[in-house]
Structure formats: structure tokens, C-alpha cells
């Protein structure tokens, strides 16, 4: 009886925290978005234990991004670029670090880091799963036929006890190490040759209980702060080519509103001048930075408003 509890006790403890994606649902609403600053590096080890693998980065950040190695001395070397809505495959070994960040020169979110990602085996934890049925495909096993593109994958297992893999197609299950005898044992390691998009679930070797699912699928860019996701809506959106057409107009005639005013007040800065009493008015720039330069800055004007303003003084006679 005690011996029972303290099973009972250790199988209920056994259980991982895992993301939904580990047990085939929809990743969290609040999809992490990493922190500011990540002191991650790429630790690949020793070269014959090392697993390869295939990295599919899909850009739904709605900005351009480059996707970064980060090496053992934390130096990122950019390897690629990616606009948004594109994909692409990078290859990888496991335990590197790869850093993707916003590519967007003079803004304030520029080079702002939209993902971290360590390229690793799979860890099988038990992942307290809600239990989808077992249905077997029983059908011999399946041989890949030459040719089929490979996106290895590596499981090993965390769950304590040992484990068979199967490939899930969507309506039944077939297993896939069939060839290690009495299921996949603790903290053995397994690689798959696999294809990307392949679902694989891992089950308890004795009662078929389901511990964990792991797709294949891409590691998705999304936008990390609200205005950005905004602006990823808004790109993907059928209005905003209508709206940016709206916006540029807007500038445009603010631009001219404010080419207007600059000739309204070089001729009352002209007006100002020839009322003082000013030397000759065909030499108007001589007198007026003393009172433009007043205006100007009262007015909060900047610099190329005040530059302009000059020229347009020369012109004032004409207004006046
Ligand atoms: C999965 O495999 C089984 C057995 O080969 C087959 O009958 C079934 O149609 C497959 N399901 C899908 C969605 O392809
Ligand atoms: C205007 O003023 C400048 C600077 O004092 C002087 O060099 C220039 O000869 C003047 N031009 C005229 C037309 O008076």
C-alpha cells in the first residue's frame, strides 16, 4: 500500500509544464515574444554527437527582418534577410543559437529582437496531454522512398519511463521505432529521418498513454510590440494601400500650408524691416535675422523653415 502511494505520488509529479503546441493545440494567444536582451550563445559541442536540422523561418511580422547565427562569443553574423510574408530554410546543428531582428534603418524599433530560437533534439517530457484515441494504421513499415526531401529530427526521452514514437497523419498512428525493442528507454536518444510538416506523437510504451506531440513546422516571426502589430495587420489589410495613398496626399498639402505661411511672414518680416528704418531693401537678408530669427523660434520653426525664409525676403518687395 505505501509502496503504491509513493508510485501514485511519483507518477502524479512526473508531469511537465509544457506550451499547448506540445499537445497538438493552438499555441497561447500571447505568443512569448523574447526580452530585450538575450545572453544565449550557440554551444554545438562535440562534432560527432551533434544532430543536424532544417530551420523554415516564416516572417509574419509585417517588416523586414534578418535572421542571425549567434556564435559562442555572442557576435551575430547575419545570414539571411526575410520581407514579411516570405520563407525560408536555413540549415542548422543542434545547440545553435539563432537571433531574428526588425531590419527597419532610422526607426526607433530598428534591430529590435522579434526571436530567439536554441536548435535542439526533443525533449519527451509527460505533458499531462488531454488524450486523443489510439487508432493504429497497421500497415507494414513505411520505407522512405529515395529522394524525399530530409529535415532530420532528434527525440529524446525525458518521460521517465520508456516510449514508442509514431507518425500521426492526421486520422491513425503508425510507429516509427518499431526498431528499438520495448519502446525508446529513458534518456535514450532517437533520430528520425522526417520530412517538415510531419506530426510525430511519442505514447507510453506500456498503456499508450499520449505524453507529448511535436510537429515539424515552421518558426513563425510575429510582430513584438503593439505598433508593429498594427502595422502587420494594416499591411495585410485590402485599405492600406488606399490609406497610405490618403496619408502621402495629407503630407502633401501640409507641406504646402506650411510653404504659405513661410511667405506670409517673410513678407511681414520684410514689412517689419522697411518700417525700422532698414538701409537699402533690395539688401533685405542684411536686417532681417534679427527679426526672423525672433519669429522663427517663437513660432517653433526649424531650421530649413528659417533657411527658406531667407529666400523668400529677397521676394518680399514682391508681395508687399
Ligand atoms: C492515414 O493512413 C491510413 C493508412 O495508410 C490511410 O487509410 C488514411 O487515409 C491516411 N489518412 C490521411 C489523412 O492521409
Ligand atoms: C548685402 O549685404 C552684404 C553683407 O553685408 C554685402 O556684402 C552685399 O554687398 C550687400 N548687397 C547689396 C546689394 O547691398
Known amino acids: 500500500m505505501c509502496v503504491l502511494i509513493t508510485l501514485l505520488a511519483a507518477a502524479a509529479g512526473s508531469t511537465a509544464r509544457c506550451e499547448p503546441t506540445a499537445c497538438g493545440q493552438a499555441p ?13 550563445t550557440s554551444d554545438v559541442g562535440p562534432q560527432p554527437t551533434v544532430q ?9 511580422a509585417g517588416v523586414p527582418v534578418t535572421i542571425s547565427y549567434v556564435a559562442k562569443d555572442g557576435s551575430e ?16 546543428l543542434s545547440g545553435e543559437v539563432w537571433r531574428v531582428r526588425a531590419l527597419r534603418p532610422g526607426h526607433p524599433l530598428d534591430q529590435q529582437l522579434l526571436l530567439e530560437h536554441r536548435v535542439g533534439i526533443v525533449q519527451i517530457k ?6 486523443p484515441e489510439f487508432v493504429d494504421c497497421q500497415k507494414p513499415p513505411f520505407r522512405r522512398p529515395p529522394g524525399t526531401p530530409n529535415d532530420p529530427v532528434a527525440f529524446e526521452n525525458h518521460a521517465g519511463a520508456p516510449l514508442d514514437l509514431f507518425y500521426w497523419n492526421g486520422t491513425c498512428e503508425e510507429m516509427i521505432s518499431w526498431d528499438a525493442v520495448g519502446g525508446v528507454q529513458p534518456a535514450q536518444r532517437k533520430p528520425i529521418q522526417s520530412t517538415h510538416g510531419h506530426t510525430f506523437r511519442a505514447r507510453s510504451a506500456a498503456s499508450r498513454h499520449l505524453l507529448m506531440q511535436h510537429t515539424l513546422a515552421d518558426l513563425v516571426i510575429r510582430p513584438c510590440d503593439d505598433e508593429t502589430r498594427r502595422a502587420a495587420v494594416r499591411a495585410a489589410s485590402p485599405r492600406a494601400i488606399a490609406l497610405r495613398r490618403a496619408t502621402a496626399d495629407l503630407e502633401q498639402e501640409q507641406e504646402e500650408l506650411r510653404a504659405q505661411l513661410e511667405a506670409a511672414l517673410a513678407a511681414l518680416a520684410a514689412r517689419l524691416a522697411a518700417a525700422g528704418g532698414a538701409p537699402a531693401a533690395a539688401n533685405a537678408t542684411t536686417t532681417l535675422p534679427l527679426h526672423s530669427g525672433a519669429l522663427g523660434s517663437g513660432l517653433g ?20
Open 126 to 131: 509527460d505533458c499531462d496531454c488531454p488524450q
Open 28 to 40: 497561447a494567444a500571447s505568443a512569448s515574444c523574447p526580452l530585450a536582451a538575450s545572453s544565449a
Open 301 to 320: 520653426l526649424g531650421a530649413a523653415t528659417k533657411a527658406r525664409w531667407a529666400i523668400g525676403a529677397t521676394g518680399a518687395s514682391l508681395l508687399s
Open 77 to 92: 553574423t547575419t545570414r539571411a534577410r526575410l520581407a514579411p510574408g516570405l520563407r525560408r530554410l536555413l540549415p542548422s
Open 52 to 60: 543536424p536540422s532544417n530551420l523554415y523561418f516564416f516572417n509574419a
